[in-house]
């Protein structure tokens, strides 16, 4: 599990989750504030209408009053006026006023309950009440506000209509969110990046070990490391020194070991073949196990050679040439068993970076083996095609083959599938791959195309740059 996504998944829904309990919170908030504050205006009208009335009852008769107040509070019936709310003009041309101000009715009552101004046309006059209510009129639901006069008497009533009052609440408690969400996706990529620049110095500590090969193996900087992950780092190169003197104590026995036995067995050789000049039946077989146990220490050598990385050089090389030569230096083997190398090549100039003397160790030790476990008479097949921006080598025998399950083994040190076929240790495959590995390449095992019996090993190169 990914401890950057896991920490990037939990900031993230954290973040989201307080933003939007902090938008909706505010949203409401907001629309309550804006409620409380429309309320306080339609009080506030309803009183600029009760001072307008005290100071003109006792100037005027009720009739003049009456037109007074049409005069003063009831809107002239225009076109320019009657807009409607959803235009996009909020002032009216020509000075006409407000397009809001269709949505304010007054009502005014004598102390009879006489109507004096009637503007919103609600037939509730005989239940009136001081105080906040809500009236129904021209299919619209109105909050009003009543109140009588102690001095005149008078019933005064202001109303609004409640869809301007959502309206214009909504835009206003939208306004507030509006930048909190709008901040929210800087916010996220703000806390990703946080995140990802905090988990750099973990990546460069990966790298090295990442690009690390059993033949340089070195201890990681503790110094760039952040504090948390200090102990960590300094066990890894606790772990990773152990490691280098285990490989250093391993590849030095087995080089010195097979460079002890070289000499001594070179020496046995030899008397065994002055013996055998005298007695072939007796010595005949002792030299050939000789042979095998110097080919043997001839192997681990050169094992301990790849596995140490020593005058490992690369050049940039023809993969045709080396794969021609390969095949004239193993013809020799293949005459003595009547088997035909043939090599299938479609490429005219095949470039690699490769080191030279390797390449060609690993083809011919391929080729002998398909050699080795052929029938006689039978073709042993080398094709050389350009693939995936490298080169593939094919080589297909005639023999037994390889069961699929048992591939994987077989390129395992020291393994031999069976022990009755061919002289060799079981070291050929695991040195191929090796080498292989080394130029970045790959060796498989596979079956061969037409389904006949038989192994191809497949050998792949990168192309040089």
């Known amino acids: 599990m990914s401890l950057t996504r896991t920490l990037t998944l939990l900031i993230t829904t954290t973040v989201l989750v307080i933003a939007l309990i902090a938008a909706l919170w505010s949203y409401s908030r907001s629309n309550h504030q804006l409620e409380e504050v429309f309320d306080a205006e339609l009080a506030q009208s309803t009183r600029i209408v009760q001072g307008l009335i005290r100071h003109q009852a006792g100037r005027q008769p009720l009739e003049q009053l009456f037109h007074t107040l049409v005069e003063m509070l009831q809107l002239p019936e225009s076109p320019a006026v009657e807009g409607d709310a959803d235009s996009d003009d909020e002032i009216l041309p020509n000075g006409a006023g407000h397009k809001y101000e269709r949505k304010l009715a007054f009502e005014v009552w004598s102390d009879q309950r006489q109507p004096l101004l009637d503007t919103l046309n609600a037939d509730d006059a005989a239940g009136l009440e001081p105080g906040f209510d809500?009236?129904?009129?021209?299919?619209?639901?109105?909050?009003?506000?009543?109140?009588?006069?102690?001095?005149?008497?008078?019933?005064?009533?202001?109303?609004?209509?409640?869809?301007?009052?959502?309206?214009?609440?909504?835009?206003?408690?939208?306004?507030?969110?509006?930048?909190?969400?709008?901040?929210?996706?800087?916010?996220?990529?703000?806390?990703?990046?946080?995140?990802?620049?905090?988990?750099?110095?973990?990546?460069?500590?990966?790298?090295?070990?990442?690009?690390?090969?059993?033949?340089?193996?070195?201890?990681?900087?503790?110094?760039?490391?952040?504090?948390?992950?200090?102990?960590?780092?300094?066990?890894?190169?606790?772990?990773?020194?152990?490691?280098?003197?285990?490989?250093?104590?391993?590849?030095?026995?087995?080089?010195?070991?097979?460079?002890?036995?070289?000499?001594?067995?070179?020496?046995?050789?030899?008397?065994?073949?002055?013996?055998?000049?005298?007695?072939?039946?007796?010595?005949?077989?002792?030299?050939?196990?000789?042979?095998?146990?110097?080919?043997?220490?001839?192997?681990?050598?050169?094992?301990?050679?790849?596995?140490?990385?020593?005058?490992?050089?690369?050049?940039?090389?023809?993969?045709?040439?080396?794969?021609?030569?390969?095949?004239?230096?193993?013809?020799?083997?293949?005459?003595?068993?009547?088997?035909?190398?043939?090599?299938?090549?479609?490429?005219?100039?095949?470039?690699?970076?490769?080191?030279?003397?390797?390449?060609?160790?690993?083809?011919?030790?391929?080729?002998?083996?398909?050699?080795?476990?052929?029938?006689?008479?039978?073709?042993?097949?080398?094709?050389?095609?350009?693939?995936a921006g490298g080169y593939l080598v094919r080589i297909c025998d005639q023999g037994p083959g390889i069961p699929p399950e048992a591939r994987e083994r077989a390129l395992s040190r020291f393994t031999r599938l069976d022990q009755r076929q061919g002289e060799g240790a079981g070291l050929g495959l695991a040195i191929a791959r090796r080498i292989a590995e080394l130029h970045k390449g790959s060796l498989t095992l596979g079956d061969r195309d037409d389904g006949g019996p038989g192994l191809c090993v497949s050998v792949w190169l990168p192309a040089s740059a």
């Open 134 to 387: 809500w009236a129904e009129s021209g299919g619209y639901r109105w909050r009003t506000f009543t109140l009588r006069d102690p001095v005149t008497g008078f019933w005064i009533r202001a109303a609004q209509r409640e869809d301007v009052r959502q309206e214009l609440s909504q835009e206003l408690a939208l306004g507030n969110v509006l930048p909190l969400l709008l901040a929210l996706p800087v916010l996220v990529a703000a806390a990703i990046a946080a995140i990802q620049f905090s988990f750099r110095p973990l990546r460069r500590l990966e790298r090295p070990i990442r690009n690390m090969a059993p033949e340089r193996i070195h201890p990681l900087d503790d110094r760039q490391a952040p504090r948390e992950v200090v102990g960590l780092v300094q066990a890894v190169n606790g772990l990773l020194k152990r490691l280098d003197q285990a490989l250093e104590r391993e590849r030095r026995f087995s080089a010195d070991a097979a460079h002890e036995l070289r000499t001594p067995l070179t020496a046995l050789r030899l008397n065994l073949e002055k013996l055998s000049e005298r007695h072939p039946d007796e010595f005949g077989g002792l030299t050939a196990s000789v042979d095998r146990m110097v080919h043997l220490v001839e192997q681990m050598l050169l094992l301990s050679r790849v596995d140490a990385g020593v005058d490992f050089r690369t050049e940039r090389q023809d993969l045709v040439e080396l794969v021609e030569q390969s095949i004239a230096d193993v013809t020799p083997l293949a005459l003595k068993k009547r088997i035909e190398p043939e090599l299938d090549s479609a490429c005219v100039l095949a470039l690699v970076s490769c080191h030279g003397a390797l390449i060609n160790t690993l083809l011919r030790s391929l080729l002998a083996n398909a050699i080795q476990y052929s029938p006689a008479g039978t073709r042993v097949t080398t094709t050389l095609r350009e693939d």
